[in-house]
């Protein structure tokens, strides 16, 4: 089955500690994206990847890092967590870059809680 | 930055109405994609449309899309309890530059009650 897993699925920890949330999908999609839905501010782009080793910064990229070492997973790192980033986090796919009217599919998110 | 609006913010409605959700973007677009979202799940692609296209159609769902308007319609027909979650727009840019991100809108909550 055609998916983009995420995990942890719900994660609170506390300020400071680093962690991951991993992200891999199964439809050699060359784009991936992580996102962070807050209410009232809607789904805002940390990071993307258009392919292995290529990543850039979306709107809210400040605190978070990523990386592509495999085409197929994307994770998303907190290297010092601050309770503003307590949100929804998504990752999504998308088979390659310049994919004008291909749908990106998303994971089942993860909700980080950050005390 | 959010391009998409979406009106209204909430809808509710009996079982087998019709819901009819609208998104309004400021630039030009590309195509302009719809996506459902479950309460507390991922976003999964409805229908997309391209700035060339009118209307489309698929099942149950029928958008239009006005470019001179800058907006598009998202009606359900026969609506069904299990229609009950957040309807995004998202608008695909017609600039050049390979992140071409989706630009999102804030959603229409709708409920349908059975």
């Known amino acids: 089955e055609a998916q983009v897993t995420q995990n942890p699925r719900y994660l609170i920890t506390v300020t400071g500690k680093k962690l991951t949330v991993t992200c891999s999908q199964n439809?050699?999609?060359?784009?991936m994206s992580w996102y962070r839905q807050d209410p009232g501010l809607g789904l805002r782009q940390i990071y993307y990847?258009?392919?292995?080793?290529?990543?850039d910064k979306g709107d809210v990229p400040e605190g978070y890092k990523v990386s592509r070492k495999e085409k197929r997973n994307f994770p998303l790192i907190l290297e010092s967590p601050s309770p503003n980033q307590t949100s929804l986090y998504f990752c999504?796919?998308?088979?390659?870059?310049?994919?004008?009217?291909?749908?990106?599919?998303f994971g089942d998110g993860t909700r980080l809680s950050i005390l | 930055s959010q391009q998409g609006e979406e009106d209204p913010q909430a809808l509710s409605i009996q079982e087998g109405e019709n819901a009819t959700m609208n998104c309004s973007y400021k630039?030009?677009?590309?195509?302009l994609q719809w996506y459902r979202q479950n309460s507390g799940r991922g976003l999964v692609h409805l229908i997309l449309?391209?700035?060339n296209e009118r209307e489309k159609h698929s099942g149950r769902l029928r958008v239009t899309l006005d470019t001179s308007k800058k907006s598009s319609s998202l009606l359900i027909t026969a609506s069904r309890a299990a229609d009950t979650a957040s309807y995004f727009c998202?608008?695909?840019?017609?600039?050049?530059?390979?992140?071409?991100?989706?630009?999102w809108g804030l959603g229409t909550s709708l409920g349908v009650n059975p």
């Open positions: 630039t030009s677009i590309n195509n």
């Open positions: 990847s258009m392919n292995v080793e290529v990543t």
């Open positions: 999504a796919s998308r088979l390659d870059p310049g994919g004008r009217g291909q749908p990106q599919h």
């Open positions: 439809m050699n999609h060359e784009y």
């Open positions: 449309i391209r700035s």
């Open positions: 998202a608008t695909d840019g017609s600039e050049r530059g390979n992140n071409r991100k989706l630009i």
